[in-house]
């Protein structure tokens, strides 16, 4: 079959040149990072929806771009849609990117009835399993969308409306069986529009149960067929909805405990929900690590002026490292990898810039490694953490910490103590010489 792109194959090049565009500069599959080569550190993964539909529409204006398959078929039509397949294993042929995601609807059109939907779907499916097998690619992860059409205007689990929630049952469930038929190494449940518009309509708990009883079906229905794939979940605050009830990973990690679904599921956290909510990347990759529930990344980022979510192709090397040492302490992901659900900017129109972003996301997050696994060889950050808790590696300290104290035994340790001799035991944080070392190691 004759070449899709004429763009060429991409190849690790260094830093031999500057000028971005040549091939890789940082990423460099076999080399091997902190005991690992980084093609297996870093599982990168092609996102359908944005790669292959996506035409850089913003809320204002229509789409900017053409995609070279435009022109195998009607907007909307099973030849446009098969064809896609072909050009999808073409671009992770020439990235280089292992894996890729897609949403049900991303794939096909649908139909007059779930069934007709289903039938459209399988034969996009079926080529999509012939390409796999032919090239080796992998499905990181699969999802199906609740929030596109009319029908979940009130969301799909926690929709109040019961023939919807029947329906988003039923999605669920060819779903399932796609990650099932295709190996998905996970499945995502990203809840869009399960949350409210407005608080005085919305029975808040019951929907909240609702949600939870559908994840347990869902969880059922995949040991029923034998689908092993890790469960994830992907935090977001607001929009399309004005509040999400995935809103944060500590909110996340509170309603999975709450429900006791916390060994069903893992978090599925992208950078530029992490502003939305009022935090950085790396804080709540923290939070999920430390809560056992990193399970994978969506690689996107915001902008720190812009007030939604833009998914632009990651290209911050602070962010990056910082994210990276937060993975790195997480063993990598298992499960998981570095899903690219970003797009390129709405005046980088043409074919070449989706090559250009895709290159940039790889090679930031391959640099980001590289640093995080020095930082972590030098132990920059466990030193800051050592001096700065030492008080509880002795004495009163370490009794509290070994459950040797009462309240009583601290308040009596306490209770003669002037400010001056508390004070004179406070350290310094040394934000600014430990920014200067992070600066140092980019
Ligand atoms: C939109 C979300 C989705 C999920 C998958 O903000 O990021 O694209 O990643 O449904």
Redesign the pocket.
């Given at each position: 079959m004759a070449e899709l792109f004429s763009f060429p194959k991409v190849e690790f090049v260094g830093n031999k040149s500057l000028q971005a565009g040549d091939g890789f500069h940082y990423y460099n599959a076999d080399e091997v990072v902190a005991g690992k080569k980084m093609s297996e550190w870093l599982k990168f993964s092609v996102?359908y929806?944005h790669t292959m539909d996506q035409r850089l529409v913003d809320p204002f204006g229509e789409g900017t771009a053409t995609r070279p398959w435009d022109k195998e078929g009607e907007e909307g039509s099973m030849a446009l849609a098969l064809a896609k397949v072909d050009y999808m294993f073409e671009f992770l042929e020439k990235t280089g990117v292992e894996y890729f995601a897609f949403?049900d609807r991303d794939l096909a059109p649908e139909g007059n009835t779930l069934a007709e939907t289903n039938a459209n779907l399988d034969k996009v499916i079926d080529k999509i399993e012939q390409k796999m097998q032919e090239t080796g690619k992998k499905l990181l992860w699969n999802?199906a969308?609740l929030f596109t059409n009319k029908r979940f205007l009130a969301g799909g689990a926690t929709s109040p409306f019961a023939e919807v929630f029947a329906y988003a049952a039923g999605q669920i469930k060819h779903s399932l069986d796609i990650a099932k038929r295709l190996g998905s190494e996970s499945y995502?449940f990203?809840g869009?529009r399960e949350g409210y518009d407005f608080l005085l309509n919305t029975d808040t708990k019951r929907e909240l149960d609702h949600i939870a009883a559908f994840f347990k079906l869902a969880k059922d229905y995949a040991n029923e067929i034998g689908y092993t794939g890790q469960f994830l979940i992907?935090p977001?605050p607001k929009?399309p909805t004005q509040h999400q009830y995935d809103f944060d990973a500590q909110t996340t990690i509170a309603f999975l405990k709450t429900y006791g679904l916390e060994d069903t599921f893992k978090l599925?956290l992208?950078g530029?929900?992490t502003y939305l909510a009022g935090h950085t990347y790396e804080h709540e990759v923290r939070f999920a690590r430390e809560a056992g529930l990193l399970g994978s990344l969506?690689a996107n980022m915001g902008d720190k002026l812009i007030g939604w979510?833009i998914?632009e192709f990651p290209n911050d090397i602070y962010e990056a490292t910082l994210v990276m040492y937060e993975f790195l302490k997480n063993g990598g992901l298992p499960t998981g990898g570095l899903?690219f659900?970003s797009k390129p900017r709405r005046q980088s129109f043409e074919m070449d810039d989706l090559f250009y972003a895709h290159i940039a996301g790889m090679d930031i997050y391959a640099a980001g490694l590289k640093v995080a696994a020095k930082l972590i060889e030098d132990q920059v950050i466990e030193n800051v953490l050592k001096e700065r808790y030492a008080s509880f590696d002795e004495g009163i300290g370490a009794d509290f910490e070994a459950g040797k104290l009462t309240l009583k035994d601290l308040a009596e340790y306490a209770e003669n103590k002037t400010d001056a001799d508390i004070n004179a035991t406070s350290k310094s944080g040394r934000q600014e010489q430990i920014k200067q070392t992070l600066n140092n190691y980019i």
């Open positions: 996102a929806w949403h999802t969308s995502v990203w869009g992907e977001k929009e599925n992208e530029n929900h969506d979510d998914d899903n659900d």
